[in-house]
């Protein structure tokens, strides 16, 4: 179900602004239009002096669904500068599972420019397929062009399942394509199975802020689409002798391309210490660290371990350190080798970030702190008296 706006009946009067309780009303050239906020109130709806805004049943198929003409699990490759991400091979470990189970084909999809060697490689982590295409216009990421080309794949060759990382390429540009060739999409998805009975994808992710754990099905549509997190998947190992085709697509074709956007220059962050979701080792703070100031020992901790700085969202929401280091349920997900949490409490969104960590060390002055409950090591104390005792002990291992 969804309200929509019919743009040639609305006279513009703006009437529907103010009975949207959710600000989810917008005026675009004229006319009324429907935003993401929407909860389906229908507040518009009797507002609506001419009965431009409606309550639109969505598309589904019926039962009579001919999942046969479905087959083929795919995964979406994303590169960025011409080098697979490394959630790729994650999703080629899953995808492999599902291909076992359903006895389908597993293929990587990759879009890029001179990039033939990349995509022989995903032969070795387990792709009996590769769809590459190859064209200077999908070198870098623009989500129209990207989105245009994929879901021409999926209408041309029908693949039952499709799967991309919950990255910001794959939370860009994949909603997109699962609108377009009319399809549902779960997001941020942990666990992935098959129904054993009708053949279905179990997609599991976590809801309610991370206190239950949801799976999803989709029935009645095809493709079945999900993104996964990163670091939540084994991945798959490397092997040389696995044999695969690779499908080099050479050009597309401009006319049916989304390009009504240019990349124009790319600008990455430039941080002291190793990326986040790649770290072996983590050292994240939290409200226990008592300002932005504390996060100084943070760092040192993190650069005597050659490690990258995390914090909880509590942290983050108060301005205390960008968005781009959060750990948790509305950050990042992450599996390092060792997760050492200062001052963290251990609130369900954060655990669900990190709690697949191989060890984790607490360090917290509250005894009774649910971090412990989690934690390999515990540590309680003032992180301000610990820490520096850590930091001289690494440094004094290396003789520095």
Not at 45 to 58: D, H, L, M, T
């Amino acid at each position: 179900m969804a309200v929509v706006v019919i743009p040639e009946q609305c006279n513009g009067c703006e009437a529907c602004l103010a009975s949207c309780p959710y600000d989810a009303i917008e005026m675009v050239d004229g006319a009324a239009w429907i935003n993401e906020k929407c909860t389906l109130c229908l507040a518009c709806i009797e507002s609506c002096p001419v009965q431009a805004i409606i309550q639109e049943e969505s598309r589904i198929e019926g039962p009579d669904l001919d999942k046969n003409a479905y087959s083929g699990i795919w995964v979406f490759a994303e590169q960025r500068n011409g080098k697979i991400s490394t959630v790729v091979m994650e999703l080629l470990g899953a995808g492999r599972k599902l291909a076992e189970k359903t006895g389908e084909k597993l293929t990587a999809v990759l879009l890029g420019h001179e990039m033939e060697e990349p995509a022989r490689e995903l032969v070795h982590y387990g792709a009996d397929e590769v769809l590459y295409v190859d064209d200077p216009l999908l070198a870098r990421f623009n989500d129209g062009p990207y989105s245009s080309v994929l879901s021409g794949l999926i209408e041309e060759h029908r693949p039952s399942i499709v799967l991309a990382g919950a990255t910001f390429m794959g939370r860009s540009f994949i909603p997109m394509v699962a609108s377009r060739v009319n399809t549902g999409l779960t997001a941020d998805c942990t666990a992935l199975d098959i129904d054993p009975e009708t053949g279905d994808l179990l997609q599991t992710r976590p809801a309610f802020g991370g206190n239950i754990m949801a799976t999803i099905v989709c029935p009645r549509h095809r493709p079945q689409m999900a993104t996964v997190r990163h670091k939540v998947m084994a991945a798959a190992p490397k092997d040389p002798h696995h044999k695969g085709e690779v499908h080099i697509i050479s050009g597309v074709d401009e006319i049916k391309i989304d390009d009504r956007t240019k990349v124009l220059e790319v600008v990455e962050e430039i941080l002291d210490t190793v990326n986040l979701a790649e770290a072996d080792i983590i050292v994240s703070g939290g409200r226990g660290l008592g300002g932005p100031e504390g996060f100084k020992i943070i760092e040192e901790l993190a650069l005597a371990l050659n490690g990258a700085v995390g914090a909880s969202r509590s942290v983050v929401d108060a301005g205390w350190i960008p968005y781009s280091h959060q750990v948790g349920q509305t950050g990042k997900t992450v599996q390092p080798k060792m997760y050492i949490a200062c001052g963290i409490s251990g609130a369900v969104q954060h655990l669900a970030g990190m709690q697949s960590s191989d060890i984790i060390v607490a360090i917290n002055k509250d005894a009774d702190a649910p971090i412990f409950e989690v934690a390999t090591y515990g540590l309680v104390g003032d992180v301000f008296q610990i820490i520096p005792e850590i930091i001289r002990s690494v440094n004094a291992s290396r003789g520095q």
